[in-house]
T-cell receptor, first 115, second 108 residues
Framework: GAVVSQHPSRVICKSGTSVKIECRSL??????MFWYRQFPKQSLMLMAT?????????EQGVEKDKFLINHASLTLSTLTVTSAHPEDSSFYIC???????????FGPGTRLTVL | QKEVEQNSGPLSVPEGAIASLNCTYS??????FFWYRQYSGKSPELIMF????GDKEDGRFTAQLNKASQYVSLLIRDSQPSDSATYLC????????FGSGTRLQVQP
C-alpha cells in the first residue's frame, strides 16, 4: 500500500512555543491531505482538509490561526501548532488521498505533549 | 443522528471464532466504504474498502455492503489475539467520516 510519513513522531514542548509537524506522501501524489486529532480513548476528529496550492478548509471549532496548515506541494503538508498549550496535547495524524482515487492512507501520527 | 455509527463494544470473541463488526451510515449518497484497524497508540491502517453491494473477501476478512439498508459490516474469520484492536468504519463523502470504532477483544 501507499506510504505516508510524519515527522516528528513524538514531540515535547513548553507552553507558548510553536511546533511544526510534517506529513509526506512517499510514493504517490496527494492533492488532498487531511489532519486529524485524537484524544485518548476517543475517535479521530477531523481538524482540516488541506488542498495543494490553496487555503485549508477548517472544521467547525478549529482555530485556523492556531493550527496553521500549508500544502505547498503534492507530497508535503505541514501543520504548525502555534502558541501551544497543555490542552493541545494530543495525537495528531495526517492522511493523504491519492490524486486518482478515494482511498486515504494514514501517517504514523505525532504525539504532542505540551508542558 | 451521527453520520457513521458503530457499537463501541468491546466485542469479545474466542480465538478461532468469527468476529462480526457492524456499521450504519446516514448519507444515502455515500459511494465508498472503508474499514481501518487501529491498535492502541498507533494510527489507523487500512484493511479493506468496498464500493459495490455484496461481499468482498480478502484473506480472513470479508466486507459486506448493503446500500439499501445503509449498512456495512466486516467479518473476521478464524479470529486471532493479534486481531484485538479498534476497528473503524469510514464512509467517503467530502472527506472520510469515521465512526467512533468498535473495540474487538479476541480471547486466547
Amino acid at each position: 500500500g501507499a506510504v505516508v510519513s510524519q515527522h516528528p513522531s513524538r514531540v515535547i514542548c513548553k507552553s507558548g512555543t510553536s511546533v511544526k509537524i510534517e506529513c509526506r506522501s512517499l510514493d504517490f501524489q496527494a492533492t488532498t491531505m487531511f489532519w486529524y486529532r485524537q484524544f485518548p480513548k476517543q475517535s479521530l476528529m477531523l481538524m482540516a482538509t488541506s488542498n495543494e496550492g490553496s487555503k485549508a478548509t477548517y472544521e467547525q471549532g478549529v482555530e485556523k490561526d492556531k493550527f496553521l496548515i500549508n500544502h505547498a506541494s503534492l507530497t508535503l503538508s505541514t501543520l504548525t501548532v502555534t502558541s501551544a498549550h497543555p490542552e493541545d496535547s494530543s495525537f495528531y495524524i495526517c492522511s493523504a488521498r491519492d490524486t486518482y482515487g478515494d482511498t486515504q492512507y494514514f501517517g504514523p501520527g505525532t504525539r504532542l505533549t505540551v508542558l | 443522528q451521527k453520520e457513521v455509527e458503530q457499537n463501541s463494544g468491546p466485542l469479545s470473541v474466542p480465538e478461532g471464532a468469527i468476529a462480526s463488526l457492524n456499521c450504519t451510515y446516514s448519507d444515502r449518497g455515500s459511494q465508498s466504504f472503508f474499514w481501518y484497524r487501529q491498535y492502541s497508540g498507533k494510527s489507523p491502517e487500512l484493511i479493506m474498502f468496498i464500493y459495490s453491494n455484496g461481499d468482498k473477501e480478502d484473506g480472513r476478512f470479508t466486507a459486506q455492503l448493503n446500500k439499501a439498508s445503509q449498512y456495512v459490516s466486516l467479518l473476521i474469520r478464524d479470529s486471532q489475539p493479534s486481531d484485538s484492536a479498534t476497528y473503524l468504519c469510514a464512509v467517503f463523502g467530502r472527506a472520510l467520516t469515521f465512526g467512533s470504532g468498535t473495540r474487538l477483544q479476541v480471547q486466547p
